[in-house]
């Protein structure tokens, strides 16, 4: 089936503008995440939806990044008056969640994100 | 919050050579530790990964170690070919209905034919 997908592929933006990163997790999976990327770094983890609600958004840098999953299933990072140290991919993974899984995280392409 | 080490930051081997790349984590909670391969500009694609209930595992040229005592874990590649170039990551998790993945800074693993 269908992978993790992410819109746009490449988001380039001018401080203090305001953008919206899309992710189509995989369908099924309740657990959807999102991490950041910056070069030569692993992903580090920003919030973790279960469902529609999240429930850990503890990655999150700052009030100006923000995250919905009004449906349980699309889900939008949302950032506002961007500065140049958001620049990064932005990646966003799902996974099947139940009692006694060890959820296998399916990472999307990302949104490589540049703030000039 | 769980940190993970992984050493080193880069590898270079001959086509036919062992890889081996090694990482600590810090939260002895931790029991779920996956490991990522991520070509150049794609996903990070897993690979292997190990349950703390287990101390080795291997899928064909790749093996993995867990040492729980000693909060580590390897990765080791056999019989490298130049399409296992790319940059790999571990990454540990403990499980309680998720997963938040602790990814480590990344191996940038490169075989020369």
């Known amino acids: 089936g269908a992978g993790v997908s992410q819109t746009p592929s490449n988001k380039v933006t001018e401080k203090g503008k305001y953008v919206e990163l899309r992710c189509d997790p995989i369908s099924g999976h309740t657990a959807l995440y999102w991490y950041r990327q910056s070069l030569g770094q692993g992903p580090e983890f920003l919030i973790y939806?279960?469902?529609?609600?999240?429930?850990?958004d503890s990655g999150l840098p700052n009030d100006r990044f923000f995250a919905v999953r009004p449906e349980g299933s699309v889900s939008t990072l949302k950032i506002q008056r961007t500065e140049r140290g958001d620049s990064a991919v932005y990646l966003c993974?799902?996974?099947?969640?139940?009692?006694?899984?060890?959820?296998?995280?399916?990472f999307g392409p990302g949104t490589r994100l540049t703030v000039l | 919050g769980e940190n993970v080490e992984q050493h080193p930051s880069t590898l270079s081997v001959q086509e036919g050579d062992s890889a081996v790349i090694k990482c600590t984590y810090s939260d002895s909670a931790s029991n779920y530790f996956p490991w990522y391969k991520q070509e150049l500009g794609k996903r990070p694609q897993l690979i292997i990964d190990i349950r703390s209930n287990v101390g080795e595992k291997k899928d064909q040229r790749i093996a993995v170690t867990l040492n729980k005592t000693a909060k580590h874990f390897s990765l080791h590649i056999t019989e490298t070919q130049p399409e296992d170039s790319a940059v790999y990551f571990c990454?540990?998790?403990?499980?309680?209905?998720?997963?938040?993945?602790?990814f480590g800074k990344g191996t940038m693993l490169l075989v020369s034919p």
């Open positions: 990454a540990a998790s403990w499980d309680s209905g998720y997963s938040t993945l602790t």
């Open positions: 939806f279960q469902g529609t609600g999240a429930a850990d």
């Open positions: 993974a799902s996974s099947f969640t139940g009692a006694g899984f060890y959820n296998e995280q399916f």
